[in-house]
Nanobody
Framework: QVQLVESGAGLVQAGGSLRLSCAAS????????VGWFRQAPGKEREFVAA????????YYSDSVKGRFTISRDNTKNTVYLQMNSLKPEDTAVYYC???????????????????WGQGTQVTVSS
C-alpha cells in the first residue's frame, strides 16, 4: 500500500517556475514508478511525466519536454516535478500516482497506476 500527498501548489506568472513534491508513505514506494498527471477544467486527465523506481529512467509528454523535470529521492520517499518556463496552458490540478506493480520502466497510462494523491492546483497567469 502506498499513500501519496502532493504539495507545492501556487499561482505564478507565465515564464515562472514552481516545484511540486509528492511525499509517499509505505515501504514499497522505493520499488514503484511514479507519474505526474494533470487535469484542467473541462478536460480529461493527461500524462505529464514519469520516473521509474530507481530514478534512472524518465519519460515526458511532448507538451512539457524541455521545461519540466521529474526526479526522486528514495531516501526521503519523495518525487519532485520541477516546472520551468510555465505557460497559462499548464494551469491544472496536478496529481502524482504510483504504479500498481514494482520495478519496470516509466509508465504513461493512468491504468498502470493504482495509487493517487489528492491533487494540487497550479495556476499560471498570462
Amino acid at each position: 500500500q502506498v499513500q501519496l500527498v502532493e504539495s507545492g501548489a501556487g499561482l505564478v506568472q507565465a515564464g515562472g517556475s514552481l516545484r511540486l513534491s509528492c511525499a509517499a508513505s509505505g515501504r514499497t514506494f522505493r520499488s514503484v514508478g511514479v507519474g505526474w498527471f494533470r487535469q484542467a477544467p473541462g478536460k480529461e486527465r493527461e500524462f505529464v511525466a514519469a520516473i521509474d523506481w530507481s530514478g534512472g529512467s524518465t519519460y515526458y509528454s511532448d507538451s512539457v519536454k524541455g521545461r519540466f523535470t521529474i526526479s526522486r529521492d528514495n531516501t526521503k520517499n519523495t518525487v519532485y516535478l520541477q516546472m520551468n518556463s510555465l505557460k497559462p496552458e499548464d494551469t491544472a490540478v496536478y496529481y502524482c500516482a504510483a504504479t500498481r506493480f514494482s520495478f519496470g520502466g516509466p509508465k504513461s497510462r493512468p491504468d498502470d497506476y493504482g495509487y493517487w494523491g489528492q491533487g494540487t492546483q497550479v495556476t499560471v497567469s498570462s
